[in-house]
């Protein structure tokens, strides 16, 4: 799961398991909760996204879990594939006044996916 | 193709050499935002823009500006660039400040002050 301190937090999955990755929030004000993929030498790219008033969405191989008891998300990748090997960010989108908006990122956590 | 430009891909300058790092979407986003990502500390929010001469300050903004004066291009400027300015650079842009959970980024531009 993700954390501060200079090392990421790593995940090392075989080919073909179910890769599960955490995250902890601490805005309840939140109103969305994403999921970003950031491949080596590229920028983030969007996954999945869920609304602070529902607690799963499921897309294409990827489910997301929002638990706001414990404020905590998770990213569930179902037979995960070598091209899944990045670094994955939690963030969370807060209004920071008016009718502004801002995202706020984790710090990352690094999935290695073994052939 | 819809996407998010930046260029330069790659820079190093000295101390105290004025820079400017451009940014441009061809999608008509009204939100643009730029973040630079360091080693521990994730992405972190340096300006951002809700539509055109509209600016505010993210969570990181000394030592940049940035300007806004057309929908398309998000400019970030170092006036004065020092060496903890050195880092990785991400320009985002999203359909409207309302919905920046889908954000779009560029491809990334490696900065180095000496």
């Known amino acids: 799961g993700e954390s501060v301190g200079l090392h990421l937090p790593t995940l090392s999955v075989q080919e073909g398991d179910n890769s599960i990755i955490n995250c902890a929030y601490s805005?309840?004000?939140?109103?969305?909760f994403i999921w970003y993929k950031q491949e080596s030498g590229k920028g983030p790219q969007f996954i999945i996204d869920?609304?602070?008033?529902?607690d799963k969405r499921q897309g294409q191989r990827v489910t997301v879990l929002l638990n706001k008891t414990v404020k905590h998300l998770s990213l569930q990748i179902a037979a995960t594939q070598p091209g899944d090997s990045a670094v994955y960010f939690c963030?969370?989108?807060?209004?920071?006044?008016?009718?502004?908006?801002?995202?706020?990122f984790g710090k990352g956590t690094l999935l290695t996916v073994n052939p | 193709e819809a996407q998010v430009t930046q260029n330069p891909r790659y820079l190093i300058t000295v101390t105290g050499k004025k820079l400017t790092v451009t940014c441009s979407q061809n999608?008509?986003?009204?939100?643009m935002s730029w973040y630079r990502q360091d080693p521990g500390l994730g992405l972190r929010q340096i300006y951002y823009?809700?539509?055109?001469?509209?600016?505010d300050k993210g969570d990181v903004p000394e030592g940049y500006k940035v300007s806004r004066k057309e929908k398309r291009n998000f400019p970030l400027i170092l006036e004065s660039p020092s060496p903890n300015q050195t880092s990785l650079y991400f320009c985002?842009?999203?359909?409207?400040?309302?919905?920046?959970?889908?954000?779009?980024f560029g491809p990334g531009t490696r900065l180095t002050v000496l």
């Open positions: 985002a842009s999203s359909f409207s400040g309302r919905a920046i959970n889908e954000q779009f």
């Open positions: 805005n309840s004000a939140s109103d969305y």
């Open positions: 869920i609304r602070s008033n529902m």
């Open positions: 963030a969370e989108n807060i209004r920071s006044g008016g009718s502004n908006y801002k995202l706020t």
């Open positions: 999608m008509n986003h009204e939100y």
């Open positions: 823009s809700m539509n055109v001469e509209v600016t």
